[in-house]
């Protein structure tokens, strides 16, 4: 089991660039990516997506890729034919009237790390094109990692809820069996009051009061059907995989029995055990919003 909530960032260096790639995501009813790529790699934003949609099923996914020039000082050694070949463009311009100043040492420095980027050729950027990907699959790697890591935090959570709703489940069951007899004692209350009134009882007004008290008061049907709810629950927890959705229907299911029993029993005690237990249950449908 996964959360949605997560975060990973990685780093690569080559011989002209450093890549910086996060990948952070929240919760999202469905799989919602957004690549933001700064440098001279916006073109590989299919692949990136492509790259999320492999490992992630649910949530929004933001990644994050920024490039740098990795070339600094430290490289000034190998850069004495650059160097000449610039300050001779240079020259050549000012005679001509194009500029009419030299190069400052900051300018010359960038015009050099311009013309080594564009020297490495297809190669070079066939490599540095698979640096960026492999780069984001380490964050997407970590950022699945912080995911799976929250999901066990999730799962014992979801645990304890369903052990409550289990325990309050199985109060209300034990007390509907106890409002069963009491109401058959208040059936033959009503007999007992038909009866004194005098005069014949109306076979169908008798079959009718019956009905109508049975109906009213027996929630077993419900009740069976909220057990059932429970290990559905527990047994898609155990599946892993990307369950959040069935967890939260399977909330709403519980959810909608607890308020047939509401409406069906007038015991004091069986309303208050409902109330009880849609405390547990909203605490267990906003877990469940959280699971991948």
């Known amino acids: 089991m996964r959360s949605m909530t997560g975060y990973g960032e990685a780093t690569a260096t080559d011989r002209r660039h450093r890549v910086t790639v996060t990948a952070r995501s929240v919760n999202h009813r469905n799989l919602d990516v957004a690549v933001r790529v700064r440098g001279p790699f916006r073109s590989l934003e299919p692949e990136l997506r492509t790259a999320v949609a492999e490992e992630v099923r649910r949530g929004r996914v933001e990644i994050g890729v920024e490039a740098e020039s990795a070339w600094d000082a430290a490289d000034l050694d190998g850069t004495d034919a650059a160097e000449e070949h610039v300050l001779r463009t240079v020259r050549r311009w000012r005679r001509r009237g194009i500029v009419n100043s030299e190069l400052s040492a900051g300018e010359l420095l960038s015009a050099i790390r311009a013309l080594r980027s564009e020297s490495g050729g297809a190669a070079a950027d066939r490599e540095e094109r698979a640096l960026v990907i492999e780069t984001c699959r380490r964050a997407i790697t970590s950022m699945v990692a912080e995911r799976e890591r929250e999901g066990r935090v999730l799962a014992d959570s979801l645990d304890g809820h ?16 106890e409002v069963v007899g009491e109401a058959a004692g208040e059936l033959e209350g009503r007999v007992g009051e038909l009866l004194g009134a005098g005069g014949p009882i109306d076979p169908a007004r008798l079959v009718q009061e019956v009905a109508l008290l049975v109906e009213r008061s027996d929630t077993s049907e419900e009740l069976e059907r909220l057990d059932g709810h429970l290990e ?61």
């Open 162 to 177: 369903l052990v409550s709703l289990g325990a309050c489940v199985g109060a209300l069951a034990a007390r509907r069996n």
């Open 232 to 292: 559905g629950f527990k047994a898609a927890m155990e599946e892993g995989g990307a369950v959040g959705r069935r967890l939260v229907f399977l909330s709403q299911e519980i959810l909608r029995e607890l308020n047939t029993v509401g409406s069906k029993c007038r015991d004091l005690e069986m309303q208050r055990g409902v109330v009880e237990g849609k405390v547990l249950c909203e605490q267990l449908r906003e877990q469940a919003q959280n699971v991948e």
